[in-house]
């Protein structure tokens, strides 16, 4: 489904920034 997949990138981009913070 692409909001599955989607929703993977989001959280992906989320956990990459938080880990640059």
Same mark, same amino acid.
């Given at each position: 489904? $692409?909001?599955? &997949? &989607? $929703? !993977?990138?989001? @959280? =992906? !981009?989320?956990? @990459? =920034?938080?880990?640059? $913070?």
């Amino acid at each position: 489904m $692409a909001s599955k &997949l &989607l $929703a !993977n990138m989001v @959280i =992906e !981009n989320y956990r @990459i =920034e938080r880990v640059q $913070a």
